[in-house]
């Protein structure tokens, strides 16, 4: 019997952006004993998805060629592997795909049982789709690196989020707002207000000396900097630090890697901590259920069909969303 095929969007080698993307028909992927199987109703993207496609993890990443890229999906449960328990054909579900193998640009793809969360009738697709990855890279860097509570419990702690209108960002503010947290962000002109509204204390323009200089505009010392943008130097960083400040660096190049190891080395109390996202079920339930109770809201940058993949990955490439792009087949 023929396999089922699916429409899916793919490139066949590193480089070529948008050009180098292509739309097939594949074989509908088979769910091994531990996956399940997922009809999409959306997926978004995140600039990971084109850095890989640059080149930026070779040789470790993707896996192999041609790759259909993208990790973050929701949607339905239309086989569920041997081994799976949680879910079954007809469930609704929000998952992470693993970056070595992609899949989220197509018609199917196959997730971890342990890496899929179920979608509550509250949280849209497109709302579930917008959170692996941004929502739980927001979570670990607030929760882990710097140890905010969000019940709001805890002493005050004074934060600064670089690029807070991003995919990352958005989230960040909305999160940090639930703590005991004190936020300045980051942002270009045209989102300063949206900014605020999510939750942010003081707003700065990043094109303006105040904002190129991350001067809080009360003064205020930062204890923690979720760092969502690139090309800051440590030395914009260190005076705006307290004593014991840290930066999380969510996209750590060769410069702030250097810099983690000479503070490390020189028992620095101020220092750089380069963040790797580790997906946990918990923290990937806790988010959706943040959706689902009104208190964290995906901002919709804009929306594509499968069809017109290449608009959404152009988008993407140029640095300027607000919130998430997301596509539907």
Request: one cysteine or more; proline letters at 6%.
């Amino acid at each position: 019997m023929a396999a089922k095929l699916m429409h899916a969007v793919q490139y066949s080698g590193y480089g070529g952006g948008v050009d180098a993307l292509k739309h097939v028909e594949v074989a509908v992927p088979d769910p091994k004993a531990d996956e399940v199987l997922i009809k999409i109703e959306a997926a978004t993207l995140n600039p990971i998805d084109w850095k890989i496609q640059t080149g930026v993890l070779r040789p470790f990443l993707p896996r192999k060629f041609p790759t259909i890229p993208g990790s973050d999906v929701a949607g339905e449960v239309v086989q569920a592997g041997s081994s799976v328990k949680k879910f079954k054909t007809g469930d609704k579900v929000v998952a992470i795909l693993s970056h070595a193998n992609g899949g989220a640009l197509a018609e199917y793809a196959v997730a971890k049982e342990n890496l899929t969360v179920a979608r509550p009738p509250e949280v849209t697709a497109p709302e579930g789709a917008a959170l692996p990855v941004a929502a739980l890279t927001a979570h670990q860097a607030l929760t882990q690196s710097a140890s905010i509570k969000l019940d709001g419990s805890g002493e005050t702690k004074n934060i600064l989020i670089t690029a807070a209108s991003g995919g990352v960002g958005h989230y960040a503010v909305q999160l940090a707002k639930l703590g005991n947290t004190h936020i300045t962000a980051t942002c270009g002109a045209r989102n300063l207000e949206f900014v605020k509204s999510l939750g942010a204390n003081e707003v700065l323009d990043y094109k303006t000396p105040e904002g190129a200089a991350l001067k809080s505009p009360s003064g205020k010392k930062y204890d923690y900097v979720i760092h969502c943008a690139m090309g800051t130097p440590w030395a914009t960083f260190e005076p705006n630090l307290s004593a014991a400040g840290k930066v999380i660096d969510l996209t750590p190049g060769p410069s702030a890697i250097m810099t983690f190891a000479m503070k490390m080395l020189t028992f620095s109390k101020k220092q750089l901590v380069p963040l790797l996202l580790i997906p946990k079920t918990e923290n990937f339930e806790y988010v959706v259920n943040l959706v689902k109770e009104g208190k964290l809201k995906t901002v919709v940058d804009s929306k594509h069909p499968l069809s017109k993949a290449e608009d959404a990955w152009s988008k993407m490439m140029s640095g300027h969303a607000t919130g998430k792009i997301i596509i539907e087949p």
